[in-house]
Structure formats: structure tokens, C-alpha cells
């Protein structure tokens, strides 16, 4: 497969430009067809519209590019189809519409990264449609391939999900490697919102274990932009948990809902014409509360191990505890590390009262990862409870209760009706300041420099009078 890659871009070098036709209003992309990732001068393929584009698209100008399909028209060109088994790739990689296999994507080198793998030789022709599909079709007219069937991390109108299907994130706003959270409609025909480690964050309840017939069978987004689960008797449940006074009409608006990076499946919709430079905004979404909602037995929560999750327009926003700071400062949903250590071997030789002390929070929590419960209790109580234990971290007093949390911290959350007093262990400066090894590093050179001249001059000196008593002496002894 690697030499009928290479082959494909020789005949690219002799063929740059595949034209496609048009026949009944549908552009055709005719076999041979290939695109080259950053090509200016090749256009990707368009739907008859121009609404939706297939090709390549560079990433946050890094050059480097994606393989996908993204709206044409709107200025932020938003992806809504990529091969989500690949990374972005270099200047220079191709994909082609290949006979035997239908679309195959390679790097600059021809080593195969992707195909559609269909399995017929009877591919006719590709075409980019005007409601996002991209699809394979077959001499006989058939459908061979469709992207609407291999969905990343977005649906669209007219699209369905079917049993088993399923979409997953993105790792970040601006990775496009798959990230921990997944939108499946299962066998049962429950639509549930996971992370990678099976923890369950929100359910549609359309599975009836006593009569198949009223659980869910597929998850269909209308072309009005209105998204439902229909049911085996053909009754349908909207998505939606919230009253939609007037659904922003299709003709005029784009519409699609997207599982997120950060877990949180929403339905957006954008105008198709119109000035200046607008967003995509909100419609609904699911979970109501993902804080609350994402209660991880395994796992970390919304946010990383020791992170606090906040929830802001109805998205998570993540943010560390006072004596902790982001273990990736470039990944503000990820995990938190404290800033002083504790240590039980410290308390032996100290008491806990000189090592230790606490910052006081309201209204955080971290569900299920308490080790300890005291009841009854008061503050004082709990906070000398924590103190003398070296392995708590937190301790979380409410209604004369008192919960005792180690590391690592998951399922945080802040949130003003959980009505919690929390007390954040750190060690005490012991005032003995550590050496700076900076300045170690930068002070060495500079005395090894001075030592290394003194001894070059005391060297230069030496040799300058053993020279000229030598001298000297030759002299005295040619005079005698």
C-alpha cells in the first residue's frame, strides 16, 4: 500500500490538478482526484453550495494540517468531520480518491495514515453534499461510504446515530487527538454522555427492560435543527431538558451539536449570512451541571487529580486550590500538585502544630475521595484530626461532620449550595531559606574564570622570570 502511495503522488507531480464535474447540481470529485496538504494553489472540495468543505485544513498556523471537513463560509471555517485516528499532518501530505480503496490518505514519504477502506471495485465517484456528507458512490448509484457514518466529535442535521454509535472529544480546544469524554447510544437504547473510564455523567432513560418496543433505536437531528431519540414504536423524546421557545430556523442559521473537550455536549447554531464577525451560540446542553453531574469512582472527575471544578455559563471551568498549582501549566483542566510536601516521617521529630498549618475555602469538595469520617464533630476537632494524620491532605467539615481527604483529590467541585468548610494542609516555611542552585550555576563560572586567569597570570609571571634569570645568567657566563 506504501508503493501505490508513492505512486500516486508521482502521477500527482505529472497531474497536479484533478477537475471535478458537475451533473444535476452535484459536484462529482472523479477517481484520481488527490489534495495536497498546503497547496494554495488546489482547492478543496465543496459542497454545490460552498457551505461545507472537504480537504485539508492547517491548525493554529503551525503548519501543520488536518484532514476534515469544516463549514466554507464563516470566518472561524469550524470543523465538524475529521480523521480522528491521526494527528495533524505535514505540508506535503495527500489524500486521494483511489478505485480500489476510495479515499486514501498518506504522508509526504507515501506511507498510508488512512483509507475509507472500501472494499469494491466499483467506486464511481465522490461528492461533498450540502448537508456535510461526504460520501463514496458506488456505478450502481449506491452509497459505499459516507462520513455522516464514521462521526469524530460533531453531528449534523440530517445525520443519525444508530446503536452502537458513538462520538468523543477532543483533547483539547486546540488538540484534535481524541480526548477522555464520549457521547454512545448503547444497545440498550440509552444515549449516555462517559469518560474514558466508564464513569456515566448523564442518561437519557429511554432503555425499557420490560417492552423493547419503547426504548431507543436511533438519535436523529432533523433537518429544522431539532435533535431527538426515536423510539422502536416510533415515539419520540427530545434531547433538549430545557423549553426551546422558537427553534432559530435551519434556512437561516447552521446548526450542530458537538461533544466538547471538556465533556459537555451542546447544541450551537450560527447565522448563515451575515456582518461583522459573529459566534456560534449556545442553544442547549447536556449535562445541566457536569460538576455535579461527572461523580467519578475512578478517575478524576471533570477536572484533573486535586482541581476544583466551577461551573460558568454552563461550561466547566477548572482552577486549582490555594498551595497548589497546575501540574501542566498549559493545561488548565488537567491535574493540580501541591506546593510544599507532606511527609509522615517529618511529624516523628516535630510536633504537627510547627510543620503544618491550613488555608481556609468555602463552598469546595471533592465527592468520594475522603478516607475518614468523623461524626459527631466541630471545627476544632477536625481541623487537629487532619493535622495529626499525615496521610490528610484536606478536611472537609459541614454540619458537625467531618471528612478526611489524601491525595490524590478527585470529583472537585465548587458550588455555593454545598453550604462546606474546607481546610487546605501545607507545610509551613521552617525559615531556613534553600539555597538558591541558580545562583550556584551562575556564580561557579565566573569564579572558575577568575581562578583559571590568577593562574594564567601567576603561570605567565613564573615562566617570564625563570626566562629572564636564565637569560641573565647565559650573559654573565659569555662575559666571563
Not at 444535476?24 to 498546503?38: D, F, H, Q
Not at 501530505?93 to 498510508?112: A, E, I, N, W
Not at 435551519?250 to 450542530?256: G, I, K
Not at 493545561?331 to 517529618?346: F, H, K, Q, R, V
Request: net charge neutral.
Amino acid at each position: 500500500m506504501a508503493s501505490l502511495c508513492i505512486q500516486l503522488i508521482f502521477f500527482l507531480f505529472l497531474f497536479p490538478i484533478s477537475a471535478l464535474s458537475q451533473k444535476n447540481g452535484i459536484v462529482r470529485v472523479p477517481l484520481g482526484s488527490t489534495l495536497t496538504a498546503g497547496e494554495t494553489s488546489a482547492s478543496p472540495w465543496l459542497s454545490p453550495s460552498g457551505d461545507f468543505a472537504f480537504g485539508f485544513q492547517e491548525v493554529q498556523h503551525k503548519d501543520l494540517f488536518l484532514l476534515s471537513i469544516w463549514y466554507h463560509k464563516i470566518p472561524d471555517k469550524t470543523v465538524v468531520w475529521f480523521v480522528n485516528s491521526t494527528n495533524p499532518v505535514p505540508r506535503g501530505s495527500t489524500v486521494k480518491l483511489d478505485p480500489q480503496t476510495g479515499l486514501v490518505h498518506c504522508d509526504p514519504r507515501g506511507l498510508q495514515l488512512w483509507s475509507a477502506n472500501v472494499d469494491s471495485a466499483q467506486i464511481d465517484h465522490g461528492f461533498m453534499n450540502d448537508t456535510g456528507n461526504f460520501v463514496l458512490k458506488g456505478n450502481d448509484d449506491s452509497w459505499l461510504w459516507e462520513s455522516f457514518k464514521h462521526p469524530a466529535d460533531t453531528i449534523l442535521p440530517n445525520q443519525e446515530l444508530k446503536i452502537g454509535d458513538s462520538l468523543s472529544s477532543r483533547k483539547s480546544a486546540t488538540s484534535f487527538s481524541r480526548g477522555r469524554f464520549y457521547l454512545r447510544f448503547r444497545d440498550d437504547g440509552n444515549l449516555v454522555l462517559v469518560t474514558d473510564d466508564d464513569a456515566e455523567y448523564y442518561n437519557s432513560k429511554t432503555s425499557d427492560s420490560r417492552d423493547p418496543l419503547y426504548s431507543g433505536s436511533q438519535v436523529t437531528f432533523d433537518g429544522r435543527g431539532a435533535m431527538y431519540i426515536r423510539k422502536k414504536d416510533n415515539q419520540t423524546e427530545q434531547l433538549n431538558l430545557v423549553s426551546i421557545p422558537r427553534l432559530p430556523p435551519a434556512s437561516e442559521n447552521y446548526h450542530r451539536a458537538t461533544i466538547d473537550f471538556d465533556g459537555v455536549f451542546t447544541h450551537y447554531y450560527h447565522p448563515r449570512t451575515s456582518t461583522g464577525n459573529p459566534n456560534w451560540k449556545v442553544l442547549w446542553y447536556l449535562p445541566p451541571n457536569i460538576c455535579i453531574s461527572l461523580r467519578a469512582n475512578r478517575g478524576s472527575g471533570a477536572c484533573g487529580f486535586n482541581n476544583i471544578c466551577n461551573l460558568k455559563n454552563g461550561r466547566p471551568v477548572c482552577e486549582c486550590p490555594k498551595r497548589y498549582v497546575l501540574l501542566d501549566p498549559d493545561d488548565t483542566y488537567g491535574s493540580c500538585i501541591p506546593n510544599s510536601t507532606l511527609s509522615c516521617a517529618e511529624v516523628d521529630g516535630r510536633s504537627a502544630e510547627n510543620l503544618y498549618d491550613f488555608e481556609v475555602v468555602y463552598n469546595i469538595d471533592w465527592p468520594l475521595s475522603e478516607f475518614a469520617k468523623i461524626h459527631p464533630s466541630n471545627e476544632r476537632v477536625c481541623v487537629q484530626n487532619c493535622l495529626r494524620d499525615c496521610f490528610c491532605a484536606v478536611a472537609i467539615y459541614k454540619e458537625n461532620n467531618c471528612w478526611k481527604h489524601g491525595p490524590p483529590l478527585y470529583n472537585g467541585k465548587a458550588d455555593k449550595t454545598i453550604h462546606t468548610k474546607a481546610f487546605i494542609k501545607y507545610r509551613k516555611s521552617d525559615g531556613s531559606k534553600p539555597k538558591d542552585r541558580g545562583t550556584f550555576i551562575r556564580v561557579e563560572p565566573v569564579l572558575l574564570g577568575t581562578s583559571f586567569l590568577v593562574n594564567l597570570i601567576f603561570i605567565t609571571t613564573a615562566c617570564l622570570g625563570f626566562y629572564l634569570m636564565y637569560r641573565k645568567k647565559r650573559v654573565i657566563s659569555f662575559e666571563y
